[in-house]
């Protein structure tokens, strides 16, 4: 007599699988666990269909992960090792700037028209100087030599003594001016007035960042160069330095502490966005909401 055949092993569920079965032990809609994590519908949606991609980076996936799934009931710290490991075997995507493509002939004709651009606007300019510079020779006019200087004359009623007999000479009239040169206003010392400095470059501000948790980090300063993009892990510090207004978005506000120019600074709960925050260093130091 056959015995019967023992049933398949079942076939080891999803994390999503694992996920919205905890949801439907405890009874709950997507929209009511939704409201109660206090998230958007859309992640509970992604995370029961597995579609982890579009949470953003890693660092958001394993804190909604663990989240819900010790909310549903399910281990945390173990779907988030099943996500990891998930997303270590799944393949690369493929290098598209290795992919072999025909060399492209360069076409002679290309370099004509760039040549006859160039030399037409070589014509132009010598053409358009050579019109400035004889403008500039016929409007110069020569000096006004018709103010005479006027010269002191010996008197005629007392003889003149040796020192006398010498003419003297006077300094021109005030509203006397040479043609072609610029005018000076002398200083009370005789010497021409100082230039003008420029304005001294805004003093650049120390941010360092205090994790004790992980998150995505991203520090921009007021030229828009980034000086940090990456996920900081959980126990490090971070510091940078860079000229204010710095822009500061972090994925996990909880876990990090702000500290500006050796002072602490508590982040506004204004600039909190659910488990993230977006704000700008100010040059004072102050923390102020980002636009």
């Keep these: 007599m056959n015995e019967p055949a023992a049933p398949a092993p079942a076939a ?3 994390i999503g699988e694992r996920l919205r079965a905890g949801r439907d032990r405890a009874g709950l809609s997507v929209a009511a666990a939704a409201e ?3 998230l958007d519908p859309k992640v509970i949606e992604a995370l ?3 579609r982890f991609a579009e949470l953003g980076a890693s660092v958001y996936v394993r ?3 663990k989240r819900y799934a010790d909310f549903v009931g399910e281990p945390g710290a173990q779907m988030v090792e099943s996500y990891l490991a998930t997303r270590e075997a799944r393949p690369p995507p493929p290098d598209l700037t290795r992919i072999a493509q025909a060399e492209r002939r360069s076409d002679p004709r290309r370099l004509v028209t760039p040549l006859v651009g160039l030399s037409c606007a070589a014509v132009l300019l010598l053409a358009i100087w050579w019109i ?8 110069a006019k020569p000096a006004d030599n018709s103010a005479a200087v006027p010269v002191a004359l010996p008197s005629v009623s007392s003889p003149a003594t040796p020192a006398e007999t010498q003419p003297a000479v006077t300094a021109p009239p005030p509203n006397v001016v040479n043609s072609g040169a610029a005018p000076t206003v002398p200083t009370a010392a005789g010497t021409p007035p100082p230039k003008r400095e420029d304005a001294a470059p805004a003093r650049a501000t ?3 960042l205090e994790l004790t948790n992980d998150s995505w980090v991203e520090i921009y300063d007021s030229r828009g160069e980034r000086l940090f993009y990456d996920v900081a892990s959980a126990g490090s510090v971070q510091s940078v330095e860079g000229r204010p207004p710095l822009r500061v978005v972090l994925g996990n506000s909880a876990g990090v502490a702000v500290e500006i120019d050796g002072q602490r600074r508590e982040i506004p709960t204004y600039a909190q966005d659910g488990e993230g925050a977006r704000f700008v260093v100010n ?4 923390l102020s909401r980002a636009r």
């Design 12 to 14: 080891p569920r999803s």
């Design 48 to 50: 029961e269909a597995d």
């Design 206 to 208: 120390r941010l360092k």
């Design 36 to 38: 109660k994590l206090h």
């Design 63 to 65: 804190g909604h992960l």
């Design 283 to 286: 040059r004072s130091g102050s």
């Design 132 to 139: 400035l510079a004889g403008s500039q020779a016929g409007s």
